[in-house]
């Protein structure tokens, strides 16, 4: 009776704090992974037969190699790619962005103009148009998060390293803090951003001026799962069907020689669970995004080249 009885007093607890709530390996979830969505449209994905799409040159220019997280825009003209351009790996390069124009998403025509930013490293970028004005999230030298500006898409403003503090305000510790990943909603800025790979934070801003982590944990985090315990990137944030969808690229590699894309689903964006059956895409397809084209979800792979994939039927 007295097991029963105590018992009985630690689900009533339980139930008042929600202590006991399943666990996930990305925090507490409110749903069982039972009961959370997984659509197929926007998970199971087949490649295009006439993949890649864009690539470097391959020749003497200053894109000859594309690298890393491109961001693709479908606007009422076509699709709008941007890409970070480099000749080689050498110590004194530097990474500068590249725009591309395509009416269908298969067929692409680069800016006659390009680089259209070439003043400072640019890297791993996505763009969100607010209010009729472009934002781009990207990386700078030494993987630290700033923000550029646009009324055309073509050209930029350099608005500076992004300033994110912790839950009390304080500066974050030295270090990186890259693949910058928002989402907007009710007047509220949520960005994501990985610190070395090692784990994914969100911190939230509403004047795009001063970002507060939400906590100081990240929010994903990397394994216990073999094909993400060693590094770890949100690439894109979306909302369907009442529930926000987070891709992301993660390693199973020590050296990072082999990246997979994978999901992750939440209700708040802060609680997030991994999709049971990640990776969703493998071969070294990564820097993933979705880009709905009219009728239907198109997931593009960016690194180490544009790719398309369909839902699979």
């Given at each position: 009776m007295k097991n029963t009885l105590m018992q009985f007093l630690a689900l009533l607890v339980c139930s008042l704090v929600g202590a006991c709530q399943s666990n996930s390996t990305t925090g507490e979830s409110s749903e069982t992974d039972g009961n959370l969505p997984y659509p197929k449209e926007i998970i199971e994905f087949t490649p295009h037969p006439g993949n890649p799409l864009f690539s470097g040159t391959g020749e003497t220019t200053w894109d000859r190699r594309i690298r890393e997280r491109g961001f693709i825009l479908k606007e009422a003209d076509g699709y709008h790619l941007w890409y970070t351009g480099?000749?080689?790996?050498?110590?004194?390069?530097?990474l500068k962005l590249g725009y591309a124009h395509s009416e269908d998403g298969f067929q692409w025509n680069?800016?006659?103009?390009?680089p259209i930013f070439k003043?400072?490293?640019?890297?791993?970028?996505m763009v969100w148009k607010q209010d009729g004005k472009y934002y781009m999230f990207a990386e700078g030298k030494n993987d630290i998060a700033k923000m550029l500006t646009s009324s055309d898409k073509i050209h930029w403003e350099n608005q500076g390293n992004l300033d994110i503090?912790?839950?009390?305000?304080?500066?974050?510790s030295e270090g990186p803090y890259g693949t910058p990943t928002v989402w907007v909603e009710n007047g509220t800025w949520y960005l994501f951003y990985e610190r070395n790979d090692q784990g994914i934070w969100l911190a939230t801003s509403e004047d795009l001026t001063t970002w507060t982590n939400v906590q100081d944990d990240p929010v994903i985090q990397m394994g216990p799962e073999s094909y993400d315990q060693y590094g770890v990137a949100v690439n894109q944030v979306i909302k369907y069907k009442d529930h926000?969808?987070?891709?992301?690229?993660?390693?199973?590699?020590?050296d990072w020689s082999d990246w997979t894309m994978n999901v992750a689903v939440s209700k708040d964006l802060v609680k997030w669970t991994k999709y049971p059956q990640n990776p969703i895409m493998g071969d070294n397809k990564s820097s993933g995004i979705l880009v709905h084209d009219g009728s239907q979800?198109?997931?593009?792979t960016m690194h180490p080249e544009v790719a398309v994939h369909f839902p699979a039927e």
């Open positions: 480099f000749e080689d790996y050498e110590e004194n390069t530097i680069r800016h006659e103009g390009n003043e400072s490293w640019v890297e791993d970028m503090r912790q839950v009390d305000g304080s500066p974050l926000y969808y987070a891709y992301y690229h993660g390693t199973s590699l020590e979800f198109r997931f593009y």
